[in-house]
């Protein structure tokens, strides 16, 4: 990204010697470099994550291009038509039967 040389890192020390002051100046940049650390380690996940995402797309957009891909939602499809026709025959099926089942009450011979 960008290029520290040790003359730069040297002012930076100098300068943070006369502000921070020699007591603090240990703990200050033990602070600093847990946060540098945390900040890399995010950094590392984010780029990992990224990667693993990309890698994920690449491989959805191989299978779909697949011929074997293509055949599966090909029988996909026949499958749905195929229950669509079988549920349209049961209903048919179902109308018949229920009209045939329709019986009616017998007439009751009773005398008083």
Known sequence: MF????SELMMVGLVALI????QKLPTVARVAGLWIGKTRQTVDQLKNEIN???QAE???QLGQQSPVAQQLQQTI???EAAILEINAAL???GEQTSLQTE???PQ???TI
């Open 103 to 105: 019986v009616p009450e």
């Open 19 to 22: 502000v921070i002051g020699p």
């Open 91 to 93: 209903d048919a099926f």
């Open 108 to 110: 009751s011979n009773k």
């Open 58 to 60: 690449e491989l959805r």
């Open 77 to 79: 499809t026949d499958s």
């Open 52 to 54: 693993l995402q990309l």
């Open 3 to 6: 290029e520290v040389g040790f």
